[in-house]
């Protein structure tokens, strides 16, 4: 998808949002919401999303909810870094499918990174799809710290 067209109500944050699939979640507040990501980059990967804007990339985020998603990314930064003590977070946003976005609904990723591990974005995460019970105890870990 290129960078212009028009916001699904389909795609996969949108159903998290209401409710329609799983998520592992670590933090919500009015207006965001921050969960695991499925296809961990590494342990503890997240994603921040906002809960009423309609923008797929940041060329069209109100300036409003890019303040909000960043307030958040930064609390869950600050909890990973607790939780589970990497030596550097990758904070990351992907916009358009030329770069990389395959969902659009706008989101930040963070991304815990330790010395010598990888530091760069697979298509499929470091392992594939992670263990839902596996996510659903490191979300625990972690909003313990939230
Ligand atoms: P991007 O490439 O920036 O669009 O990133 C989309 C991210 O969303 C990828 O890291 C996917 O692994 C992740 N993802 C897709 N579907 C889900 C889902 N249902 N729950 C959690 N993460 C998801």
Same mark, same amino acid.
């Given at each position: ?42 342990? *503890?990967?997240?994603?921040?999303? #906002? ?10 985020? $109100?300036?409003? @909810? !890019? =303040? ?26 992907f916009?358009?499918?030329?770069a990389g976005q ?13 010395? *010598?591990?990888?530091?760069?974005? #697979? ?10 019970? $596996?996510?659903? @105890? !490191? =979300? ?7």
């Amino acid at each position: 998808m290129s960078l212009d067209g028009a916001y699904d109500e389909g795609n996969p944050f949108a159903l998290i949002l209401a409710g329609k699939i799983p998520s592992a979640k670590l933090y919500e507040d009015e207006h965001t919401y921050a969960f695991l990501d499925i296809m961990p980059q590494s342990k *503890g990967h997240s994603l921040v999303i #906002s809960k009423w804007s309609k923008a797929r990339n940041l060329l069209e985020m $109100e300036d409003d @909810a !890019l =303040a909000q998603v960043m307030a958040t990314a930064k609390k869950v930064a600050i909890a990973l870094r607790q939780a589970l003590n990497p030596d550097g977070i990758h904070i990351a946003q992907f916009n358009g499918s030329a770069a990389g976005q395959t969902v659009f609904h706008l989101h930040v990723h963070i991304v815990p990174r330790w010395e *010598g591990g990888p530091v760069g974005f #697979s298509t499929h995460g470091q392992g594939g799809m992670a263990d839902a019970e $596996e996510l659903r @105890a !490191l =979300a625990e870990s972690v909003r313990a710290f939230l």
